[in-house]
């Protein structure tokens, strides 16, 4: 079984390769917030589990036991994040933190039960795909807001970043998951959009908002 430690740099890992493709052991050590040694070292750790591929001065990546381990831990996240939402009330700019420590519980059959008293959801409150209890996890399928043309109606289906702060944002603004927005206008200096939705007949995103914004095209 890994470590608190060991499990965080899966996760970690796993959501910076579906994220951009690849990843380093400088990219680990930024967003884990520890020194290069210290993920390098990990690393290594986790190499010699056969739990990660390492090869110096090259990408790393998950072996698929890796992948499996680093699943399972995002499918007790996710699924404690719409449990906290779905049954408890909390705002879904609150349940991180919580998710965080709550997905180190090593009992499967805890989540299973909580899996199953929320009708197996697919999706966390941000629109994160839920892994399946094998590990099995849905390929997203969605467009950036940033990509889409003015005159285009689309449903904000899920986040590419979920930080309490990005959260609030989207609170302050009326934005939540299923909300149907019409794209007025896109500013040619700067990218930013000018997006029409409920009572919101002009409402201006910047363009690192609409890159973090996944949408499905309606209509």
Request: include cysteine; hydrophobic fraction near 40%; charge should be negative.
């Amino acid at each position: 079984m890994a470590s608190v430690t060991e499990e965080n740099y899966l996760k970690a890992l796993f959501i910076l390769v579906t994220e951009q493709g690849m990843a380093t052991i400088s990219d680990l050590s930024k967003l884990l917030k520890v020194s290069l040694p210290t993920a390098n070292s990990m690393i290594k750790n986790l190499k010699k589990q056969e739990l990660v591929n390492y090869e110096k001065y090259k990408p790393l990546s998950l072996t698929e036991k890796g992948k499996k381990e680093a699943a399972l831990v995002l499918r007790k996240h996710r699924l404690t994040e719409m449990f906290l939402v779905n049954e408890m009330g909390f705002g879904w700019e609150e349940v991180h933190e919580i998710a965080e420590q709550i997905e180190h519980i090593n009992s499967p059959i805890f989540f299973d039960r909580m899996d199953k008293l929320m009708g197996h959801p697919t999706i966390d409150p941000h629109g994160s795909p839920i892994p399946d209890k094998d590990g099995h996890i849905a390929e997203e399928v969605y467009e950036q807001l940033s990509n889409c043309e003015p005159g285009e109606k689309v449903r904000l289906i899920a986040l590419a970043h979920s930080a309490s702060d990005f959260l609030k944002y989207l609170n302050n603004r009326d934005l939540s998951l299923g909300v149907e927005m019409r794209i007025v206008s896109i500013e040619a200096y700067d990218g930013s959009m000018v997006v029409s939705y409920d009572n919101h007949p002009a409402e201006t995103l910047t363009h690192p908002v609409c890159e973090k914004l996944r949408v499905e095209k309606v209509g």
